[in-house]
């Protein structure tokens, strides 16, 4: 079945570095999603990207989705304490579901 | 965007006893999903809510285990039945609205058997 592969699955830094996961998909995928989970807290919707090639920054987030639409990046520029959590990324399943990787968690040192 | 609520927010339970998580969301909406995720691992799709008709079940997720309801665009509920401390996790809820694929989650049910 489809599969969506997330690495790292940790990453701790330093405050002020930046951060960087990936995801690649089995197959192609029809869009890709970005998620935040802070600690005992729920999936948080950060991005949907949908075309081939396509990049979208939010503020110090810089989101990519490649050309093949396989694979995606979300890259954080100079860290915070307050950009701790798990990032997701979630491939767009032949029914309509989302298809979760296993998710990058962030640790920030101060 | 959709708010969402779950009741309840936590709950321990005994073996073999049931408990029904409710899913209420603030406005109609399309699909709902409902997720198990295990602490610090990813989310696992159990099945998706469909209104008026049956849910649709992942493959390892089987309707005599997770019976869900529907009833309505805004309510779903999800009972974990005969239960055993494998099945202790938290449990989420999700909603997709109108044309666009993104998910808004509710708060979770985080679920403990003894």
């Known amino acids: 079945g489809q599969q969506v592969m997330q690495i790292p699955q940790y990453q701790h830094v330093q405050e002020g570095e930046d951060f960087t996961t990936y995801c690649n998909s089995s197959?192609?995928?029809?869009?890709i999603q970005w998620y935040k989970q802070r600690p005992g807290g729920h999936p948080v919707f950060l991005i949907q990207?949908?075309?081939?090639?396509e990049v979208k920054k939010q503020k110090r987030l810089t989101f990519q989705f490649g050309e093949a639409k396989k694979n995606s990046s979300l890259h954080i520029t100079a860290t915070q304490t307050t950009d701790v959590g798990t990032y997701f990324c979630a491939g767009l399943g032949s029914q309509g579901n989302l298809i979760f990787g296993k998710g990058t968690k962030l640790s920030v040192k101060p | 965007s959709a708010v969402i609520s779950q009741k309840p927010s936590r709950d321990i339970c005994q073996r073999g006893t049931s408990l029904t998580i409710q899913c209420q969301v603030d406005s109609q909406v399309t699909m709902m999903f409902w997720y198990r995720q295990q602490p610090g691992q990813s989310l696992t799709l159990i099945a998706t809510?469909?209104?008026?008709?049956?849910?649709?079940?992942e493959s390892g997720f089987v309707i005599d285990k997770f019976p869900i309801s529907r009833p309505n665009l805004t309510f779903s509920t999800l009972t974990v039945s005969n239960m055993s401390p494998e099945d202790s996790s938290i449990y989420l809820c999700?909603?997709?609205?109108?044309?666009?694929?993104?998910?808004?989650f509710g708060p979770g049910t985080r679920l403990t058997v003894t």
């Open positions: 999700s909603v997709m609205t109108g044309d666009s694929y993104e998910q808004y």
């Open positions: 809510a469909n209104q008026g008709s049956e849910a649709t079940y």
């Open positions: 990207l949908v075309k081939s090639g």
């Open positions: 197959t192609t995928l029809s869009n």
